[in-house]
């Protein structure tokens, strides 16, 4: 149980374009999602933060207008760069939150999506 | 604010050796306390948490950990390392799950 899917797990876009990553949460229904970015060698650093239903809280620094974030569904979340520039080549990762039984309460992740802009 | 420090950047094994990765945080309260694993390319795998009550929790692939709240500390152990161990480890707190903050990481290399 608890699976998180991304897709697509690799892209490749150019320059000025519009990318979209979607998260799904395949056996459980997360209110609460997240999505990171990481560096390589480096730990997670954190984007934003999805709640179903609502506007995602974005982490300072992090250009709102850029990295668009909708939670229409219980399940799905997607991230969408917008005008992507090679700055924003990275691995994107999310993770979704399962607060289904008393004992549960953790975010479990999915396997990342690798963005090249040339 | 809460924080978390993973002291071994990298630590090399030898396959079957046993192993400890550390872990500390600082948080005003009883955290939540996660240890994830990640392979090259991949998400990140939950191994184990602790919430309450048990201080040794086990997890998944033979792992467990102890949660000492007089160090601060929540140590990653195994018994037998196996090749197919060697990943990345990340260490993580929180209040709960929203607000996680992850260590930097701690690359393990294990020997055959």
């Known amino acids: 149980g608890a699976v998180v899917s991304q897709h697509p797990s690799w892209v490749i876009c150019k320059s000025g374009t519009s990318v979209k990553i979607e998260c799904r949460s395949l056996?459980?229904?997360?209110?609460?999602m997240f999505w990171y970015r990481q560096f390589p060698k480096q730990s997670l650093m954190l984007m934003a933060t999805?709640?179903?239903?609502?506007?995602?809280?974005?982490e300072q620094g992090v250009e709102k207008d850029k990295f668009l974030i909708n939670h229409a569904s219980l399940t799905l979340s997607t991230l969408t760069v917008t005008s992507a520039h090679p700055e924003d080549s990275s691995f994107y990762i999310c993770?979704?939150?399962?607060?289904?039984?008393?004992?549960?309460?953790?975010?479990?992740f999915g396997p990342g999506t690798r963005l090249t802009v040339l | 604010a809460q924080s978390v420090t993973q002291p071994d950047i990298h630590i090399t094994v030898s396959e079957g050796a046993s192993l400890e990765l550390r872990c500390n945080y600082s948080y005003g309260a009883t955290p939540y306390l996660f240890w994830y694993v990640q392979s090259p390319g991949q998400g990140l795998q939950l191994l184990l948490k602790?919430?309450?009550?048990?201080?040794l929790v086990q997890g998944i692939k033979g792992f467990e950990a102890e949660f000492k709240r007089s160090q601060s500390s929540f140590n990653l152990r195994k018994p037998s390392v196996h090749w197919s161990d060697a990943a990345e480890y990340f260490c993580a707190v929180g209040p709960r799950s929203y607000q996680l903050t992850f260590g930097k990481g701690t690359k393990l290399s294990v020997i055959p």
């Open positions: 993770s979704a939150r399962d607060t289904s039984g008393p004992s549960t309460d953790t975010q479990y």
């Open positions: 056996d459980f229904q997360a209110t609460t």
């Open positions: 999805s709640n179903e239903g609502s506007k995602a809280t974005y």
């Open positions: 602790y919430f309450s009550g048990d201080t």
